[in-house]
């Protein structure tokens, strides 16, 4: 059983920057891929950036240039850096174990004035 714990959701200002982390339990981590996704009111679930266990990295091509992913595996963790917010980018952003299909229980990002 792996358990994720997303954290560093919260109520910024357009423009602004947040830092999202996921914490996963066990020690499989590092040997798969994990990824950001992020489901608004009234949307379908969307898949936000990538990356492999090795580090590499894909986007949206709606955060390329303003999200970046990475992991930290001594930490068993994955985070999201997103800059430049807009508020489009309001939403429930969850974390996901690739392969095994785990999900977190999400954190809440509300980007407004």
């Known amino acids: 059983q792996v358990q994720l714990v997303e954290s560093g959701g919260g109520l910024v200002q357009p423009g602004g920057s947040l830092r999202l982390s996921c914490a996963a339990s066990?020690?499989?981590?590092?040997?798969?891929?994990m990824g950001w996704y992020r489901q608004a009111p009234g949307k379908q679930r969307e898949l936000v950036a990538s990356?492999?266990?090795?580090?590499?990295?894909n986007y949206a091509d709606f955060v390329k240039g303003r999200f970046t992913i990475a992991r930290e595996n001594a930490k068993n963790t994955v985070y999201l850096q997103m800059n430049s917010l807009k508020p489009e980018d309001t939403a429930v952003y969850y974390c996901k174990l690739f392969v095994l299909g785990y999900w977190g229980q999400g954190t809440q990002v509300t980007v407004s004035s």
């Open positions: 990356i492999t266990s090795g580090g590499s990295s």
């Open positions: 066990g020690s499989i981590f590092n040997i798969y891929a």
